[in-house]
């Protein structure tokens, strides 16, 4: 168990990169108005698996820790980890699916690197908000805004 959460905890650099990575690439296509370079695409790609493989081993660690989770004495990283990661997470690797989706069905190539900026980007941001970052306490989620 404690590989499977240093391995979670080292990709989430991974994950964020390549998701941010993606956002830009796409974000600057969009603006710019031209197609999609193979590179460009192979980056959402990655960052969509990426964002799956991690939503496995958190998954994982989820079931594993259960105990720890649901104990009444559970602390606030606990709650964090049980409720507003879980569920942030979900969530923006969802829309992050959902934008690869639809970009793949838009017949024009500025519609397609428009869905991917506007979905890699708001999961992005639900990642950045629920990530648990070593220099805090609990995670950004609880004193960040």
């Known amino acids: 168990m404690d590989f499977l959460s240093f391995l979670h905890s080292l990709m989430r650099y991974g994950v964020l990169l390549t998701v941010l990575f993606a956002f830009l690439f796409n974000l600057r296509g969009w603006l710019m108005d031209r197609p999609i370079l193979t590179g460009e695409r192979m980056v959402t790609i990655l960052a969509m698996v ?15 820790n259960w105990g720890a989770l649901s104990s009444p004495d559970a602390g606030p990283l606990q709650h ?3 409720y507003e990661h879980l569920g942030s997470m979900l969530i923006a690797i969802i829309l992050i699916t959902l934008g690869r989706s639809l970009s793949k069905r838009a017949k024009d190539e500025r519609a397609k690197q428009m869905r991917v ?29």
Do not use: D, N, R, S
């Not at 900026?117 to 805004?145: K, R, S």
């Open 80 to 82: 964090f980890v049980k």
């Open 50 to 64: 990426l964002c799956h493989v991690q939503l496995v081993i958190g998954g994982l660690l989820y079931v594993l």
């Open 117 to 145: 900026a506007i979905f890699y980007g708001i999961g992005l941001l639900l990642m950045l908000w629920a990530t648990p970052w070593p220099f805090t306490e609990v995670g950004m989620g609880l004193g960040w805004l």
